[in-house]
């Protein structure tokens, strides 16, 4: 009998307080997470929790809308553990410890005779497992949010864990400090100014753990994002979705001004400093607490 569990993660802000939820019916689902990490973070862990709650299980099919997590288990692995657990430009991968973790949990399944099976479902498409999975995950994050610790689930054996001690909400610096902070200097657990987080938001969607991963990066887009590119072509939300990829060089943000439009709109004004600087300014709305990038527009500088 094959099992079927759709496995989600998030994070509020990127880094910021993080969740992750795996769902296969309402007597089987968990929940956790952490007070500060990444989506790929809470995605990774949401599947590492999954196959650790079913061991024994033959078959199970787990449902994923991160092609990141995907790619990751089912196709970058066995590269990255030849090279040292190093990428293919020599840089190490990122969250190694999680990759392990599910390395060995893969390869544990594997000689018990056992079966993962991996599928790609779109994200907010509404696709009912993938929908519960989702909503545990940003139930946890918010959960994390506001200090408390989320409700762990019934887990698959209808034993309820609880993925992170208390101790961790208690003291959030430390668990912090215990975390690479790709944003030095910002307190993620203070009531942080709206334009220093739009300006954060910004920053990630140039980072490669973000680009990376598709559903990481339209988690900040707006419904009805469009962007005019530095090279005069006209995006949809879809069609970069399709095609974001890490950039080819580092690309750094200058802030130029910030504008405040009204109490939930903010627009930035900044150069991109890099092999092809460019002037952009892009338009942030906030919608149920959380702010989303609405359009964005680039002019290549002479």
Known sequence: MTITAAADGSSLGNPGPTGWGWYVDEQRWAAGGRPTGTNNIGELSAVLDLLQQTRGVEALHVLCDSKYVIDSITKWMPGWKRKGWKKADGKPVMNVDLMQELDALMAERRAAGGRVTFEWV?????????????????????????????????????????????????????????????????????????????????????????????????????????????????????????????????????????????????????????????????????????????????????
């Open 122 to 302: 779109k994200g907010h498409a509404g696709h009912p497992l993938n929908e519960a999975a989702d909503r545990l995950a940003n139930g946890a994050a918010a959960a994390y949010q506001r200090g408390l610790v989320p409700d762990a689930g019934p887990g698959f054996g209808g034993v309820t864990r609880a993925a992170t001690p208390a101790a961790a909400v208690a003291e959030p610096a430390a668990a912090a400090a215990a975390s690479p902070d790709l944003f030095d200097g910002l307190d993620l657990f203070a009531d942080e100014p709206a334009e220093a987080e739009v300006v954060r938001l910004e920053r990630s969607l140039l980072t490669d753990e973000v680009r990376a991963d598709p559903a990481a990066v339209a988690a900040l887009l707006h419904p009805e994002w469009e962007e005019i590119g530095a090279s005069g072509r006209r995006w949809s939300r879809d069609e970069l979705l399709a095609e974001i990829a890490p950039l080819p060089s580092r690309v750094d943000l200058e802030l130029l001004a910030t504008h405040e439009l009204s109490p939930d709109a903010r627009l930035l004004v900044w150069r991109s400093v890099g092999e092809a600087p460019a002037l952009r300014s892009s338009l942030w709305v906030r919608a149920g607490g959380r702010w989303r990038q609405r359009f964005h527009q680039g002019t290549r500088e002479a």
